[in-house]
């Protein structure tokens, strides 16, 4: 086990089978049941990630579920846009979200190193909770990012379900998604520059010098993106920015505090926060 823990290519083998059969499990799931789709696909997805959530567990690393954020929508929106006829809407929403999925993976697979490394939010959630870390592992790092998701890509099945048409406004939300997973490139792509090239503790070039969390920013504004691309298509639909409000939610009040908390233990963090916005680069007035 830990020879294949250690070894790149294995890990990476490891992942992909993991990913294959978790995906198996979603789609038998998902076939063996006979409710709304809505409430189907929920429970396939949750099924899908036990199955994750079991792998971690049987490889002692939690970071296996890491690629599900990004691998979870383009298979559930592919899988309901085969053998359809699909409307401009629904190509360019499974457009925008297969250019957002591959570069938020291929970032994954970047900074992938093997097995045996450990998202530190991770370490860090082990080492505080105890023997309370399986509960925080199952709920906080497993179910909650895939329910978050789960309702971020429900507007587009909607989408690509119901034929709904495009309309100026729609259209205009699809290009922020797709400006907004370009953003999230950009400021990746500033990021592992600044790691190889270090002149200072913080990042203060690019995107990252009008915000300290430009790649929070673009996956927010993503899921907005969509959400109302779908809601200005059918407005009756309003019902689905719930995705949306949940994943600027997690991202305020999670992401952002824990990636704070850790660059607040650099000296010079105060001058640098009080210089950088969080997310939107708009200064303070007086």
């Known amino acids: 086990m830990n020879r ?3 070894n790149r290519a294995a890990s990476f083998a490891v992942i992909g089978v993991v990913y294959a059969l978790a995906t198996l499990v979603g789609v038998l799931a998902f076939r063996s049941l006979a409710f709304d789709w809505w409430i189907s696909l929920l429970i396939a997805d949750v099924a899908a990630t036990v199955f ?9 690393n939690a970071s296996v579920y890491d690629p599900y954020w990004s691998v979870q929508p383009p298979v559930i929106l592919i899988a309901f846009a085969l053998g359809r006829n699909l409307t401009a809407l629904g190509v360019l929403l499974l457009v925008a979200v297969i250019y957002w999925a591959a570069r ?10 093997n097995l045996t490394h450990q998202d ?3 370490t860090m959630l082990h080492e505080k909770t105890g023997v309370f870390y399986p509960f925080i592992n199952f709920v ?3 179910m909650v990012p895939t329910l978050v998701v789960w309702g971020c890509i429900l507007p587009a ?3 690509v379900r119901e034929g709904l048409a495009a309309n100026p406004a729609s259209i205009a939300f699809v290009l922020l998604s797709v400006c907004a997973a370009s953003m999230q490139g950009i400021a990746d792509i500033q990021m592992h520059t600044f790691r190889r090239h ?3 503790a913080f990042i203060r070039r690019g995107l990252w010098k009008y915000s300290r969390h430009p790649n929070y ?3 927010i504004l993503m899921w907005w993106g969509v959400g109302l691309a779908v809601v200005c298509a059918a407005p009756q639909a309003w019902y689905l920015l719930g995705g949306a409000i949940a994943n600027t939610v997690l991202f305020l009040a999670v992401s952002i505090p824990l990636a704070e908390g850790r660059q607040a233990r650099k000296p010079g963090y105060a001058e640098y926060k009080q210089q950088t916005r969080v997310l939107l680069p708009i200064r303070k007035r007086g």
């Open 104 to 113: 938020l993976t291929a970032n994954w697979a970047y900074t992938f190193g």
């Open 52 to 60: 994750t959530f079991a792998c971690s567990v049987i490889f002692g």
């Open 217 to 219: 920013l673009g996956e």
């Open 140 to 142: 906080g790092i497993h």
């Open 157 to 159: 099945v909607y989408a």
């Open 198 to 200: 270090r002149d200072g």
């Open 120 to 122: 530190w939010r991770y």
């Open 4 to 6: 294949i823990k250690q």
